[in-house]
């Protein structure tokens, strides 16, 4: 094996360390919790063999807490040794994930000022109505990526129309009206609770949650939820809602 294929190897194991630093050293850590425990029963018996030393060589029946540490402390450096390890691994990896979910957060909010910057021109330059005739091709394609024929269709009792939600790529039954008063309640709670997740109005739409559905949502500093409908036909010939989101949901929505 030559240098070359030697550090390239070296660097491929780094990055890979380094990406998946939180998955081990949360996993570093709770090994460490569980040795400490292990460790922790097992110098129990040597601890009071020599605290029973300790009472014959004073001749007491009992030792003051401070003598019974000294007699029985050493044979617990190994597990507190490994239980302070233990522990910087679980905060490291802590540390690095809110490190991470920062850095995600702002790259996220960077991303979504220039997509509104770039929509805002495009209308500037365009007009409305191509605009609009853009997202509504952009809707087509969509449907067409995920045809209804492979799809489970959401029955939530709330109307009849095919509707499909550009965020979770389901679909499922409803109606504009029903979507439009879920958005409008949903507003209206935001003003006094500030911030609305994703999930929330996926419930209030009557469908189940998601698993970034609480990571995802609206903050009332940002906008309120804005949707829009494109009406398209789905790949069996039924017609379709295509919701669009004009604000998106976005990370960190709960602290503005």
């Known amino acids: 094996m030559d240098k070359k294929t030697i550090a390239a190897t070296i660097r491929n194991m780094q990055t890979a360390v380094k990406k998946h630093s939180p998955e081990i050293l949360t996993g570093i850590g709770i090994a460490g919790m569980i040795t400490t425990t292990v460790l922790a029963v097992r110098a129990t018996p040597k601890a009071l063999i020599l605290i029973e030393e300790k009472k014959d060589e004073l001749e007491v029946n009992e030792l003051t807490p401070k003598e019974t540490v000294q007699a029985a402390w050493a044979c617990y450096i190994p597990t507190a040794v490994i239980g302070t390890v233990s522990i910087a691994c679980l905060i490291g990896a802590s540390s690095v994930n809110m490190r991470r979910r920062a850095a995600l ?35 087509k394609d969509k449907i067409e990526k ?10 939530v009792e709330r109307g009849n129309t095919l509707c499909y939600d550009t965020v979770s790529g389901r679909y499922f039954k409803s109606d504009i009206d029903k979507i439009k008063k879920a958005v409008n309640e949903l507003n209206l709670r935001m003003r006094d609770e500030m911030y609305i997740s994703l999930n929330e109005f996926y419930y209030e739409i009557g469908l189940n949650g998601t698993l970034i559905g609480d990571e995802l949502g609206w903050n009332i500093d940002q906008g309120y939820i804005d949707v829009s409908f494109s009406s398209q036909l789905a790949d069996d010939g039924t017609p379709c809602l295509v919701i669009e989101y004009h604000i998106a949901p976005r990370y960190d929505f709960s602290n503005g």
Do not use: C, F, H, W
């Open 105 to 139: 957060a702002t790259a996220y909010t960077l991303s979504e000022s220039a997509l509104k910057e770039y929509q805002e021109k495009v209308v500037e330059t365009i007009g409305e109505k191509k605009e609009q005739s853009i997202r509504d091709a952009v809707a």
């Open 146 to 155: 995920n045809p209804v024929s492979n799809r489970e269709v959401v029955i």
